[in-house]
């Protein structure tokens, strides 16, 4: 269902952009999240000549060794206002994220969600005509809300927690294609 929601919402704002003259959508993807084995993809669309919208998303579906994992989705809108231009140099945004995880570690497993939304501050710089380096860091809030079993299978065997978080919610090293 989310993830209707959001593609839906990428369909609208690239539908409502108020222009559609070159240097007004950009294709991304976070190398930092591939180097953790998390694929994922990015549209960010031009909604005026300072501000843009970016839809970013990761899905990570992996089991690694002894049955380890962490599989999860992730969600991560942003607003930004761009100081010189869109897609050029520096940036402060405002992002939102949700999320769902399932995984386990050493003796415990996870079951749950996160939700929140943080500040960001970049830095876009112009490779070539078409290829951009983004370099970001956000900081901000997140909720997360779970199950917590043994990691031997236990249907009754849980236990409902919750976390907030404030710190870090956001890094990246992207490289972006902007038609």
Known sequence: MIRKVLFLTGLL??????????????????????????????????????????????????????????????????IRYWFCGKFDRHFIGLHLHGAQFFGGFKDKRYDGYLAGGGFTYGYDKIISRHWNLEAAIGIGYARLWYKESPRIPCIKCYENKHKDYFGPTKISLTLAYVF
Do not use: C, H
Not at 50 to 62: C, E, G, Q, V
């Open 13 to 78: 704002a690239i539908g409502f952009s108020p222009k559609s003259a070159a240097q007004e959508v950009a294709l991304k993807t976070n190398s930092l999240y591939w180097l953790a084995t998390t694929p994922n993809l990015g549209l960010e669309v031009a909604l005026s000549r300072k501000t843009t919208l970016d839809l970013s998303a990761a899905y990570n579906p992996w089991t690694f060794r002894y049955d380890k994992k962490m599989r999860f989705w992730l969600a991560q809108p942003e």
